[in-house]
């Protein structure tokens, strides 16, 4: 009798623990304050381009949808471990520090994964919708890893957009998509990706003003600098002083300057923006276009002492890194005089991490 009393209290007591009384969904997210990765578990109480309403135990809280890092969905039809299995996978082949051969391998072993998931999880519809953006983000991925399957990747994803369009992951999925269409050179279709992103109902304005820089960004590249300049000026009233995107505002406003040949604008707000962010992607990004500046006013070195400390300094963002480089191997050679050191940034932008970047493909368009 003694002994199963305490085998029922005992299994009252497992019931009681929490998180053993039923699962919970988790949502995983990077804190933009402190840069960590965190989790939130509870109830998933809605779902939207504006993020996920998650009741936890110290209340409701929204995560937004660009900061989602994965979701573990509550499902009685398999454990947690199954579920997270090939997102963990998808994870450690987004490691660009692996070898391009073990991320083909986890890349193709987590689609594996979750194209079972996606099988097992039919009639669970949010699960679903979140198993096929993971689906798209890995072929996604392949497409980085191997060039060829670009287009294969830009299809699923636009097929994604149309079959799951009020989900959250829509908001990283059309980010992701605009980005493959830049890779692929189609600077329209990517521009009229962020035009959608923009307009999408409930999105949060950051999320919209993102994207309208972006799209400025875009416009500059393809030479549109009145274009870009009206985009700005939309953008700029949106923002207050102190907002960070603003400075963002200024730099490409000032490389609109410096393409309609209105040098005289370039300089001062370039500097200001260097001077007044901490952003490192942001200094880099003003540093090359100082560099520009300078070599526009035929001033080499001190275009030189620019590119060098967006490669030295702020090295973050493998596009501007990439840039710097490729205009410092020819400085370095014809301002330093340093032939070998020359010949050392156009060995480095050779390499792997700067696959598919414009500079790269420059260099070797130089070479043949």
């Known amino acids: 009798m003694k002994h199963a009393l305490f085998a029922v209290a005992l299994l009252a007591g497992l019931v009681a623990l929490p998180g053993r009384a039923r699962a919970q969904d988790i949502?995983?997210?990077?804190?933009?304050?402190?840069?960590?990765?965190?989790?939130?578990?509870?109830?998933?109480?809605?779902?939207?381009?504006?993020?996920?309403?998650?009741?936890?135990?110290?209340?409701?809280?929204?995560?937004?949808?660009?900061?989602?890092?994965?979701?573990?969905?509550k499902t009685a039809k398999v454990d947690a471990f199954e579920f997270r299995q090939p997102l963990g996978k998808l994870d450690r082949a987004e490691d660009p520090k692996s070898s391009d051969a073990t991320r083909k391998k986890l890349v193709g072993e987590a689609l594996e994964g979750l194209k079972d998931l996606s099988a097992k999880l039919r009639e669970e519809p949010n699960t679903q919708r979140y198993i096929q953006y993971k689906i798209a983000q890995a072929q996604a991925l392949q497409a980085q890893l191997d060039p060829s399957r670009l287009d294969e990747a830009i299809t699923a994803l636009?097929?994604?957009?149309?079959?799951?369009?009020?989900?959250?992951?829509?908001?990283?999925?059309?980010?992701?998509?605009?980005?493959?269409?830049?890779?692929?050179?189609?600077?329209?279709?990517?521009?009229?990706?962020?035009?959608?992103?923009?307009?999408?109902?409930?999105?949060?304005?950051?999320?919209?003003?993102?994207?309208?820089?972006?799209?400025?960004?875009?416009?500059?590249?393809?030479?549109?600098?009145?274009d870009a300049g009206r985009k700005l000026g939309e953008l700029r009233k949106s923002l207050s002083e102190n907002d960070p995107q603003m400075a963002y505002v200024d730099v490409y406003a000032a490389q609109g300057e410096m393409g309609q040949g209105t040098l005289d604008r370039v300089e001062r707000p370039l500097k200001e923006a260097t001077a007044r962010s901490a952003d490192p992607n942001l200094r880099a990004l003003a540093h090359n276009f100082l560099g520009d500046y300078y070599r526009a006013r035929?001033?080499?070195?001190?275009?030189?002492?620019?590119?060098?400390?967006?490669?030295?300094?702020?090295?973050?963002?493998?596009?501007?890194?990439?840039?710097?480089?490729?205009?410092?191997?020819?400085?370095?050679?014809?301002?330093?005089?340093?032939?070998?050191?020359?010949?050392?940034?156009?060995?480095?932008l050779k390499d792997k991490q700067f696959a598919g970047t414009a500079y790269q493909k420059q260099l070797e368009d130089r070479k043949k």
């Open 27 to 73: 949502v995983n997210y990077v804190d933009r304050d402190s840069g960590k990765e965190l989790a939130v578990s509870g109830a998933i109480e809605d779902e939207g381009p504006a993020g996920i309403k998650i009741k936890a135990r110290d209340g409701v809280r929204v995560i937004p949808a660009l900061d989602v890092r994965r979701v573990t969905y």
């Open 158 to 226: 636009t097929a994604y957009r149309t079959d799951f369009a009020t989900g959250w992951e829509v908001v990283p999925a059309l980010k992701l998509l605009a980005r493959l269409q830049e890779d692929k050179g189609d600077s329209r279709a990517a521009a009229q990706t962020y035009a959608d992103l923009a307009s999408l109902p409930g999105v949060p304005p950051a999320v919209k003003q993102e994207s309208d820089l972006l799209t400025a960004k875009l416009l500059l590249r393809g030479g549109k600098y009145a």
């Open 298 to 348: 035929n001033q080499p070195e001190e275009a030189f002492w620019q590119y060098l400390k967006a490669d030295v300094l702020y090295n973050q963002d493998r596009e501007e890194q990439a840039k710097a480089l490729f205009y410092l191997q020819t400085l370095f050679d014809k301002v330093k005089n340093d032939p070998v050191r020359a010949e050392r940034c156009a060995e480095r």
